[in-house]
């Protein structure tokens, strides 16, 4: 399926079996704003949880999680570099009166280009020669030596360079002269590159004259370094540690699109690690290497994933890098992790006049001395739940084609691990008599103190799996007549749709040992 259409195929498919609905849908929508249903919630959670179990509890890293308030004091942001430096460059088109990102619209060029580039020399884009089952490359010789491929190769280089060194006279100019005009207006009557900051900022105080200006957080961080000498006197934790925070975060984004991938409202999982100064570089390397485990073991094709090391650093880091996934649009940032150095400790006693050191009784080898007082340096570990949420459920989504010579069929159905699988058994009697119902509710009642069930007994059993199928059910269990007499039942497994007769007694525990991590 064509990357577009595979998009829209997920948002389609999320909106109608209860994952994701528009905000505010009946007034419309609210731009880069989602609400998640039944499942999608319950999807959610389970990522969540899985984040949370590996952080605290099964990793052997000394991590504990917090939970701090989204609204902070605004020196916070003075101290983080938020109110000064988070902003992104923008070009307002003068006619369609449209804003852009620069790096977004220059980007939107460039595929243009290699899109084109690729056309030219195979007739036919790349997505519609993947589905026909052509095996195609753009490392293609021919398309790496079209004029137009050859010039996207050239914008990327100086696009990098440009934002590098802040040259935004240099990016209009790139802009000009590429004659990159506006998607709306179709001109290039543009403005010049300005920073807008992205925080959202509202009042705390119920008079206008005794309140002030408070944000909403752009990321859960912050709340875990202010927390940082709590959390290590209370729970009297030793270099190295970790504290681990999921939290909701705002971003004022300009241009949000890519349904969940870019929000205004989103959650983030954080995990910051303190570590001895000196001892950062390996340390980022050690959780580069385990954060991308973390991914592997949701069962995804490692080929999905890739890292991404940035060349240009946030004001705070001495080393960064994305683990990037191959969604529907392309590859794309799915994780940060930054070399954070002392920058926000460091920022945050210097405002705050209050210590933030921590005293390291280990012995130094080399001068025999205990390190003694330091601020420590930091790794940090970033997703975006939305994201990965939006990963595991497009990488699960898929149509077969189930057609044999008697008849055609087709299903939808989401192949996720059941590790994160918003039901994980579905209870189905095969009619609504005869003592069915009644033997089903007494599985029911075992299985839910384990695991999430749901029941059900309207329909064609046929119905009923394709509906838990494109909910990613990875087991139903048919109760019949035999089950009355035997105790058997007949489990479903939702991939292979392979059917096996087993004991009730059986059910829970063959679920169990697929759920479990
Ligand atoms: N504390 C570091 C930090 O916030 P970031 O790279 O700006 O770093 C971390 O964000 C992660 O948060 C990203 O990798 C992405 O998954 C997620 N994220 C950032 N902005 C987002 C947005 N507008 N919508 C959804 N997720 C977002």
């Known amino acids: 399926m064509a990357n577009e259409n595979k998009l829209q195929a997920v948002i389609a498919h999320a909106k109608e079996y209860g994952f994701v609905f528009p905000s505010s849908e009946i007034y419309d929508g609210l731009g880069a704003v989602y609400d998640y249903g039944q499942w999608g919630a319950e999807l959610k959670k389970n990522l969540k ?16 999680g917090i939970d701090s308030a989204i609204f902070m004091h605004p020196q916070v942001w003075k101290a983080s570099g938020h109110v000064d430096n988070f902003s992104d460059p923008m070009i307002d088109n003068k006619d369609s009166k449209k804003r852009y990102r620069v790096d977004h619209l220059i980007e939107g060029f460039i ?9 030219k020399i195979r007739g036919k884009s790349e997505d ?19 004029e137009n491929y050859l010039k996207a190769i050239q914008l990327e280089k100086d696009l990098d360079k440009l934002i590098a060194a802040d040259d935004f006279a240099g990016l209009k100019q790139l802009i000009e002269d590429n004659k990159i005009a506006c998607s709306v207006s179709k001109t290039v009557n543009w403005t010049d590159v300005r920073q807008f900051n992205l925080m959202f900022s509202t009042e705390v105080g119920s008079v206008a ?163 003694g007082n330091y601020i420590p340096y930091v790794i940090e570990t970033s997703i975006g739940l939305d994201r990965a949420f939006l ?38 009697p ?43 059910t990875p087991f139903c269990v048919t109760i019949d007549h035999q089950s ?16 096996e007769r087993v004991h009730m007694s059986e059910v829970a525990n063959i679920v169990k040992a697929a759920v479990s991590y």
């Open 128 to 146: 519609s020669l993947l589905d026909e089952g052509h095996i195609v490359s753009v490392a293609d010789e021919d398309v790496i030596k079209d």
């Open 209 to 371: 004259e005794e309140s002030s200006k408070i944000y909403l957080r752009p990321e859960t961080a912050q709340g875990i370094f202010v927390n940082f000498l709590n959390v290590q006197k209370t729970a009297r934790m030793k270099i190295p540690f970790g504290i681990a925070q999921i939290g909701k975060a705002f971003r004022n984004e300009i241009v949000a699109r890519g349904f969940i991938f870019r929000m205004r409202e989103f959650e983030q999982m954080e995990m910051q690690f303190f570590v001895r100064p000196g001892t950062q570089k390996e340390w980022y390397e050690y959780w580069k290497a385990e954060r991308l485990k973390w991914h592997l073991d949701l069962g995804i094709d490692p080929a999905k994933y890739r890292y991404h090391d940035h060349v240009k650093l946030a004001h705070y880091a001495d080393a960064a890098c994305d683990i990037e996934f191959d969604f529907p649009m392309g590859f794309k940032e799915l994780e940060g992790i930054h070399s954070r150095t002392d920058f926000d400790l460091k920022s945050h006693q210097e405002l705050s006049k209050k210590k933030m050191q921590y005293f390291d009784a280990d012995v130094d080898p080399e001068t025999g001395k205990a390190y």
């Open 111 to 119: 595929e243009e280009l290699k899109r084109k580039a690729f056309e």
């Open 49 to 64: 949880d899985y984040w949370w179990r590996w952080m605290t509890q099964t990793n052997d890293k000394n991590i504990v």
């Open 430 to 472: 095969l009619m609504k008599k005869d003592g069915l119902p009644e033997v089903a509710t007494e599985l029911m009642a075992e299985c839910r103190k384990h695991f999430k069930c749901f029941y059900e007994e309207k329909d064609a059993i046929g119905k009923r799996y394709r509906r838990m199928d494109a909910i990613g």
């Open 484 to 499: 009355k007499e035997d105790g058997t039942v007949t489990i479903r497994h939702r991939d292979s749709m392979a059917q």
């Open 391 to 428: 990963a595991v459920l497009s990488e699960a989504y898929e149509e077969e084609d189930l057609s044999t010579e008697e008849k055609q069929d087709s299903r939808a159905v989401l192949k996720l691990s059941p590790k994160i699988a918003p039901i994980k058994l579905a209870v189905l």
